[in-house]
């Protein structure tokens, strides 16, 4: 048919029915109005093929209203919509039904829009009833409910029995009144929705969405977002068996009162989220969250920072997270953070991503919760509470330890704890990639016992609740823990004041990495760190400070080190930019020492405006450390007179004069060591009282300071120039 296909019927008790059984169709715009007192009726049976425009089908009174394919009889029929279908229903006692049986497939390329105004006994519905049917609507699905009463089956419906079930865009579900709202998905239904999914009760009783069997799988790409308005009843998401869902997008929970949301999962049901769970803030934050032990939750965004939502709610609504698995590839860390206490109940396994916490907003993990798979690539920077005494077996003497999933820094770096004596115990234990020293933890303060402190790492563990005991281990790893070659004389180090010697009770590892365990039970808790009985187990130089300060027309540069292990020498470089750098001091370093040094330089020719300085330490073998950046502003010298450049120089980078304010005379230039000996001298004419030249003498002068004279009838300048020729 070349042209639109229009049904009217005004009054009366007239069908309407439009009904294929076998043949195809082809036609434009399919359009329905009816007023009169009976059904509408499409029926597409055995193997028909129609093919329509857009479908509005328009009733204000009658009884049901049925899109059935393949309802009757028969096998893979097909309905291909090329536009929207839009479906108004207003008539007394009626339904709604959009049914697909029996490897049908309905293709809509628009928008599917269902509008039911009930009046007592009558549902909307779309069923897709088994493994081999299709709905597939390249827009977006509305779906609403008014009118009718609670107990009526006044019920609004999705309900997926098997088969493939997708969208392009949203589906909204919204109850205004009547019974009850469903998203049904059992035997093997997949479910496909390229947008929000959207449940939203204004009025009637229940709203549920339940994912009810094994091989089950909805995906939404996009947000859940279930708002409970008014009604009797409540808004459920609810998960069973070992079906799997997947949300790249958020799960947003609105209510006015405690007990309207929940979050329902059961069995060895999985969600997979790529957004967060957010529920209003307080006094508003309702919706619950209930998980089955086995039950999973997997936090696993690749394009962006997640949240691990905290337990308290408001109205006694609470998220109870069982098992959880950390598996976020977002290219920033950290890639999840914690928000007021996060307590895991069962088991978390870390995968990849770094959590971010404090004591305030702090991951939990209680007691009997087991946990796997901490790494570099996925720990928690920042704190960790551990309630209670299970489970047991991570590293200790006994094998009845926990180990704390922290780090900093990108590297993994646990502090482990023997089993305590109560299933109240808590812990609290964070690590700190820098020195205990710069904290105020003062690393010269020590008993005799210990020769140095670690200047890489500390961790804090403090107590929470309860009064435990329990015997202490720490970690290391090279290159974050700065060297450890003698196992024997590590040991581990407790602030109480000063540092104190805990022993060195059990240790297993090898200079790339291992764990030491304090010789006894511990019941005062603040830092620990590494230490060494014996100048090995390097732990490396320390600095205290490094500074650069201008002082008239040069820069003073000072650094102060507590701790030097193999420590051979140091440069300082300068930079205009900061980013590319020469070398213009070296100081020889102290090699092995543990006392306070101090290092005094100058630079005497510093460059105009901003520049910058750095400190590199260098050991014996070679490796090296680069610290901190200072800049200094200098505005530069204007009185006359003498600058030499580069200072320091070499014999492969010469110094330059430059003269000023001379006049037009001959200047006497000189060169000599501290002993006076003579190493250049020459004569320069200037011209208008400005002279440069290069300072060659013919030959390498060696490494040292010079001073260097310009002299004429009347004025006389002196620098002091500084050599450094390669070893």
Request: glycine content about 10%; overall charge negative; charged content about 15%.
């Given at each position: 048919?070349?042209g639109?296909?229009?049904f009217?019927?005004s009054?009366?008790?007239?069908?309407?029915?439009?009904?294929?059984d076998r043949?195809?169709?082809?036609?434009?715009?399919?359009t329905i109005?009816y007023s009169?007192?009976?059904?509408?009726?499409?029926?597409?049976?055995?193997?028909?093929?129609?093919?329509t425009g857009?479908?509005?089908?328009?009733?204000?009174?009658?009884?049901?209203?049925?899109?059935?394919?393949?309802?009757?009889?028969?096998?893979?029929?097909?309905?291909?919509v090329?536009?929207?279908?839009?479906?108004?229903?207003?008539?007394?006692?009626?339904?709604?039904?959009?049914?697909?049986?029996?490897?049908s497939?309905?293709?809509?390329?628009?928008?599917?829009?269902?509008t039911?105004?009930?009046?007592?006994?009558?549902?909307?519905e779309?069923?897709?009833?088994?493994?081999?049917?299709?709905?597939?609507?390249?827009?977006?699905?509305s779906?609403s409910?008014?009118g009718?009463?609670i107990?009526?089956?006044?019920?609004?419906?999705?309900d997926?029995?098997?088969?493939v079930?997708t969208?392009?865009?949203d589906?909204?579900?919204?109850?205004?009144?009547?019974?009850?709202?469903?998203?049904?998905?059992?035997?093997?239904?997949?479910?496909?929705?390229?947008?929000?999914?959207?449940?939203?009760q204004?009025?009637?009783?229940?709203?549920?969405?339940?994912?009810a069997?094994?091989?089950?799988?909805?995906?939404?790409?996009g947000?859940?977002?279930?708002?409970?308005n008014?009604?009797?009843?409540?808004?459920?998401?609810?998960?069973?068996w070992?079906?799997?869902t997947?949300?790249n997008?958020?799960?947003?929970?609105?209510a006015?009162?405690?007990?309207?949301?929940?979050i329902?999962m059961?069995?060895t049901s999985?969600?997979?989220?790529?957004?967060?769970?957010?529920?209003?803030?307080?006094p508003?934050?309702?919706?619950?969250?209930d998980?089955?032990?086995?039950?999973?939750?997997?936090f696993?965004?690749?394009?962006?920072?997640?949240?691990?939502?905290q337990?308290?709610?408001d109205?006694g609504?609470?998220?109870?997270?069982e098992?959880?698995?950390?598996?976020?590839t977002?290219?920033t860390?950290?890639?999840?953070s914690?928000?007021?206490?996060s307590?895991?109940?069962?088991?978390?396994t870390?995968?990849?991503?770094?959590?971010?916490?404090t004591?305030a907003?702090i991951?939990?993990?209680?007691d009997?919760?087991?946990k796997a798979?901490?790494?570099?690539a996925?720990?928690?920077?920042?704190?960790?509470?551990?309630?209670?005494?299970?489970?047991?077996?991570?590293?200790?003497?006994?094998t009845?330890g926990?180990?704390f999933?922290?780090?900093g820094?990108g590297?993994?770096?646990?502090?482990?704890i023997t089993?305590?004596?109560?299933?109240?115990?808590a812990?609290?234990?964070?690590?700190?990639?820098?020195?205990?020293?710069?904290?105020?933890?003062?690393?010269?303060s020590k008993?005799?016992?210990l020769?140095?402190?670690?200047?890489?790492?500390?961790?804090?563990?403090?107590?929470?609740?309860?009064?435990p005991?329990?015997?202490v281990?720490?970690?290391?790893?090279d290159p974050?823990?700065g060297?450890?070659?003698?196992?024997?004389?590590?040991?581990?180090?407790?602030?109480?004041?000063?540092?104190?010697?805990?022993?060195?009770g059990y240790?297993?590892?090898?200079?790339?990495?291992g764990i030491?365990?304090?010789?006894?039970?511990?019941?005062?808790?603040?830092?620990?760190?590494?230490?060494?009985?014996?100048?090995?187990?390097?732990?490396?130089?320390?600095?205290?400070s490094f500074?650069?300060?201008?002082?008239?027309?040069?820069?003073?540069?000072?650094?102060e080190?507590?701790?030097?292990?193999?420590?051979?020498?140091?440069?300082?470089?300068?930079?205009a930019d900061?980013?590319?750098?020469?070398?213009?001091?070296?100081?020889?370093?102290?090699?092995?020492?543990?006392s306070?040094?101090s290092y005094f330089e100058?630079?005497?020719?510093?460059l105009?405006?901003?520049?910058?300085?750095?400190?590199?330490?260098?050991?014996?073998?070679?490796?090296?450390?680069?610290?901190?950046?200072?800049?200094?502003?200098?505005?530069?010298?204007?009185?006359?007179g003498?600058?030499?450049?580069?200072n320091p120089?070499?014999?492969?980078?010469?110094?330059?004069i430059?003269?000023?304010?001379?006049?037009?005379?001959?200047?006497?230039?000189?060169?000599?060591?501290i002993?006076?000996k003579?190493?250049?001298s020459?004569?320069?004419?200037?011209?208008?009282?400005?002279?440069?030249?290069a300072?060659?003498?013919g030959?390498?002068i060696p490494s040292?300071a010079y001073?260097?004279?310009?002299?004429?009838e009347n004025?006389?300048?002196?620098?002091?120039?500084?050599?450094?020729?390669?070893?």
């Amino acid at each position: 048919i070349n042209g639109n296909v229009n049904f009217t019927v005004s009054a009366g008790y007239d069908d309407i029915h439009f009904d294929m059984d076998r043949g195809d169709m082809t036609c434009g715009d399919l359009t329905i109005n009816y007023s009169g007192g009976n059904d509408v009726q499409i029926e597409v049976d055995q193997t028909s093929v129609l093919t329509t425009g857009n479908v509005d089908i328009d009733m204000n009174s009658g009884d049901d209203c049925f899109l059935h394919l393949n309802d009757n009889a028969g096998n893979d029929a097909k309905w291909n919509v090329t536009g929207d279908v839009d479906v108004f229903h207003n008539s007394a006692a009626a339904d709604v039904e959009l049914f697909i049986h029996q490897h049908s497939k309905l293709d809509i390329s628009g928008n599917l829009s269902i509008t039911h105004i009930a009046t007592g006994g009558d549902h909307c519905e779309i069923q897709i009833d088994n493994d081999a049917d299709t709905l597939q609507v390249g827009g977006a699905i509305s779906m609403s409910l008014s009118g009718g009463a609670i107990g009526t089956n006044d019920d609004l419906r999705i309900d997926q029995n098997g088969g493939v079930f997708t969208t392009g865009g949203d589906v909204s579900m919204t109850l205004n009144g009547g019974d009850d709202c469903h998203f049904d998905l059992t035997n093997t239904s997949l479910a496909t929705i390229n947008g929000n999914l959207s449940i939203t009760q204004n009025g009637g009783d229940d709203s549920r969405l339940d994912i009810a069997h094994n091989n089950v799988r909805l995906v939404v790409n996009g947000d859940v977002n279930l708002r409970h308005n008014a009604g009797t009843g409540l808004i459920e998401f609810e998960t069973n068996w070992n079906s799997i869902t997947d949300i790249n997008g958020s799960f947003n929970l609105t209510a006015f009162a405690g007990g309207d949301l929940l979050i329902d999962m059961n069995n060895t049901s999985s969600l997979l989220i790529e957004g967060n769970f957010n529920r209003a803030a307080s006094p508003n934050k309702y919706g619950e969250l209930d998980m089955a032990a086995n039950s999973t939750i997997e936090f696993n965004s690749a394009v962006n920072a997640q949240i691990i939502p905290q337990d308290a709610g408001d109205g006694g609504d609470g998220f109870d997270l069982e098992t959880v698995i950390i598996n976020n590839t977002f290219g920033t860390a950290p890639q999840l953070s914690t928000e007021g206490l996060s307590t895991i109940n069962n088991s978390i396994t870390f995968v990849n991503g770094i959590i971010s916490s404090t004591q305030a907003n702090i991951l939990v993990i209680a007691d009997g919760t087991s946990k796997a798979g901490a790494s570099d690539a996925s720990h928690v920077d920042g704190y960790v509470r551990k309630v209670g005494r299970n489970p047991i077996g991570e590293f200790t003497s006994t094998t009845e330890g926990f180990a704390f999933p922290v780090g900093g820094g990108g590297e993994y770096a646990p502090i482990y704890i023997t089993r305590p004596g109560a299933s109240t115990d808590a812990f609290d234990a964070t690590y700190i990639n820098s020195p205990a020293h710069d904290a105020g933890y003062d690393s010269t303060s020590k008993v005799p016992a210990l020769d140095h402190i670690s200047s890489m790492e500390y961790w804090l563990l403090e107590v929470n609740a309860g009064a435990p005991s329990v015997q202490v281990a720490l970690s290391w790893e090279d290159p974050r823990s700065g060297g450890v070659d003698n196992l024997p004389d590590l040991r581990v180090a407790h602030w109480q004041g000063t540092w104190t010697d805990e022993g060195n009770g059990y240790i297993t590892g090898s200079p790339a990495a291992g764990i030491v365990q304090s010789a006894a039970a511990i019941s005062t808790f603040s830092p620990f760190t590494l230490s060494s009985v014996a100048i090995t187990n390097p732990l490396p130089v320390e600095l205290l400070s490094f500074n650069a300060h201008l002082n008239g027309t040069q820069v003073d540069i000072s650094w102060e080190t507590a701790n030097e292990i193999n420590c051979d020498y140091f440069i300082v470089e300068r930079s205009a930019d900061g980013m590319s750098w020469e070398k213009i001091i070296q100081t020889a370093g102290a090699g092995n020492s543990t006392s306070f040094i101090s290092y005094f330089e100058v630079d005497f020719e510093p460059l105009k405006g901003v520049s910058y300085y750095r400190l590199t330490q260098f050991d014996y073998d070679g490796s090296s450390e680069t610290f901190n950046i200072v800049p200094v502003e200098y505005l530069g010298n204007d009185e006359p007179g003498m600058t030499i450049f580069p200072n320091p120089a070499s014999a492969d980078n010469l110094p330059n004069i430059h003269l000023t304010d001379f006049g037009n005379e001959p200047i006497l230039v000189v060169v000599r060591d501290i002993t006076g000996k003579e190493f250049y001298s020459k004569v320069i004419i200037t011209e208008n009282g400005d002279a440069l030249t290069a300072i060659d003498p013919g030959q390498q002068i060696p490494s040292g300071a010079y001073l260097v004279t310009a002299s004429s009838e009347n004025r006389l300048y002196s620098k002091k120039l500084i050599i450094q020729n390669a070893q």
